[in-house]
Every structure is written in structure tokens, then in C-alpha cells.
């Protein structure tokens, strides 16, 4: 019980930690909407958040995926091959549907910072061997609508080098963007709510 507990207080501390990152960037979006169109932001997702059905990001080599089912609530669905997927199920878990929620609502709305150019050979900014893969898609669909390498942290620390799958050159983010997504990972994959167990057969 005092395990659960445990878990339970990790989640919420991380909820509350997402909903005030995302109360100040609110904040900060709204200013920007408010400008001139000249002056708005470009967005580093092409699609809308109401358009996005999941999110995988493989570090390290392992994958994790965040879907949203059909009535729009958020979940973890983590590996699943082929031999498991008639026995993988999924229980509605609302923190950390709440968590995932603000996560996904917050990397949606990256902006692009610095187009930077590649030089053919090198990969000075991590993009081209990244620790880091993110894939977007709309719902229902296998294929994503994009691929994003993941590179390095910026000599200042404030900004990420990303790669779009497929462009001739890099672009900047916000960090915070990319720390936002790896707490979320950490706070939803190594706290799951144990899947239902299988109906016992009667004899």
C-alpha cells in the first residue's frame, strides 16, 4: 500500500510541476498570438494538437508510445509486438493521462528557434546518430506525419538541435521542450498501473 502511495505522490508532483511549466508557456503563447503575423512564431509540429492520435520517442534505443483512444484521454501503451497484442490491455489511469495530456499540449506548440545548416560529413549537432527519435501521428494511422532526430543541447544550454526526417537542415527548440517529454517518460513508464489481469478459468 505504502509502494502505491509512493507512486501516486510521484505522479501528482510531476503533474504539478507540468501544469506550472505550462501556466507560465501558456502565458508566454498568448503574448506571442497577440503580435503582428509577421511576427508569429513558427510551429515545429504541422499538424494541431486535436490532430495528433500518438506520440512515440525511442531513447536510447527503447520506445515509448503515447496514444489517445477513442474518447481522447491519453495513455502510455509502451512495446507491443505482434505475439502480444492480443493479450496487451490497457486500464484508464487519469494522472497519468493528466500528465501525458499536458506533455503532448506543450510539445505541440514548439517553436522553431534557428535554422541551422548542415555540413555533409559531420554531425557536430547530434542529429545525424541521435540518442533521441520522436514520431507524430494522426490517429489511426502507422504511418507518422513526422520524424524528428534529436540532437545535442546548445553551448548555452537553452536550446536542442532537431533534425525534421527528411530537411536539409537543422532547427532549434526550446530545451525545456525535450526535458519536458523525457519527465514525462520517467514519471508514466516507471510508474504504469498494472494492466487487468486475465480472467481465471472455471473448472
Do not use: C
Not at 496487451?88 to 501525458?100: E, F, K, V
Not at 514548439?110 to 520522436?134: A, F, H, M, N, W
Not at 513526422?146 to 544550454?157: A, H, L, Q
Amino acid at each position: 500500500m505504502s509502494q502505491r502511495r509512493s507512486k501516486l505522490v510521484i505522479i501528482w508532483i510531476t503533474v504539478l510541476a507540468l501544469a506550472a511549466l505550462i501556466f507560465v508557456k501558456e502565458r508566454q503563447l498568448a503574448k506571442s498570438q497577440e503580435e503582428p503575423e509577421g511576427n508569429r512564431p513558427k510551429w515545429l509540429i504541422p499538424i494541431a494538437l486535436e490532430e495528433i492520435g500518438a506520440i512515440e520517442v525511442m531513447r536510447k534505443g527503447q520506445l515509448h508510445r503515447f496514444e489517445r483512444d477513442d474518447k481522447g484521454i491519453w495513455f502510455y501503451h509502451g512495446q507491443q509486438d505482434v505475439a502480444n497484442a492480443a493479450e496487451h490491455a490497457h486500464r484508464a489511469d487519469p494522472l497519468a493521462a493528466n500528465t501525458i495530456s499536458q506533455a503532448v499540449a506543450m510539445f505541440s506548440r514548439t517553436r522553431k528557434e534557428q535554422p541551422i545548416p548542415l555540413q555533409p560529413g559531420k554531425d557536430e549537432y547530434g542529429v545525424s546518430r541521435p540518442d533521441i527519435l520522436i514520431m507524430v501521428y494522426n490517429p489511426k494511422k502507422t504511418e507518422p506525419v513526422v520524424r524528428f532526430s534529436v540532437g545535442i543541447v546548445s553551448p548555452n544550454g537553452y536550446s536542442r538541435y532537431v533534425l525534421p526526417v527528411g530537411a536539409t537542415e537543422a532547427v532549434t527548440i526550446p530545451e525545456y521542450q525535450i526535458t519536458n517529454l523525457m519527465a514525462m517518460i520517467d514519471a508514466v513508464s516507471k510508474n504504469p498501473l498494472p494492466t487487468s489481469p486475465a480472467p481465471s478459468k472455471k473448472r
